[in-house]
């Protein structure tokens, strides 16, 4: 299916987007400056480097509980809109749209593991 690879690289650079897009928020003091930084790598930069080993792995189920992490960051992207920063939270919006996307469509397209041998075209 040609939408899975589509998927899985949209998955993957929006992810990457989203942590070091992160990373530079926080480090710059764009988001949230009246909360210590500590609270903003656990509460902002923590849920997303859980995913990274099976994302990298392109495993199904690390893809489809990405999808439903990303709607914290949705929330998020409109809270800093909300608060000011219109810019900064249209950029959380797209890439938390492009990784929810990419992420739910590999999860739902992506073959399953015990199938790819049950077609006859995969055996030799």
């Known amino acids: 299916r040609p939408i899975v690879p589509i998927a899985r690289i949209t998955t993957l650079l929006a992810y990457f ?11 710059t003091n764009k988001i949230y400056p009246e909360q210590p930084r ?3 790598i656990i509460g902002l930069l ?12 392109a495993h199904r189920f690390t893809h489809g509980w990405t999808s439903f992490l990303s709607l914290f960051y949705l929330v998020a992207a409109t809270d800093i809109w909300v608060s000011g920063h219109p810019g900064l939270g ?18 739902r397209y992506s073959p399953l593991p ?11």
Do not use: H
């Open 114 to 124: 015990f199938r790819e041998r049950d077609y006859p075209e995969n055996k030799q």
């Open 90 to 107: 249209s950029i959380y919006f797209l890439l938390t749209i492009l990784l929810f996307l990419g992420s739910m469509l590999y999860a």
């Open 38 to 40: 500590i609270f903003l």
């Open 46 to 57: 923590m849920p997303l480097v859980f995913p990274a080993p099976g994302l990298l792995r």
């Open 17 to 27: 987007a989203l942590f070091f897009f992160t990373i530079f928020c926080i480090v």
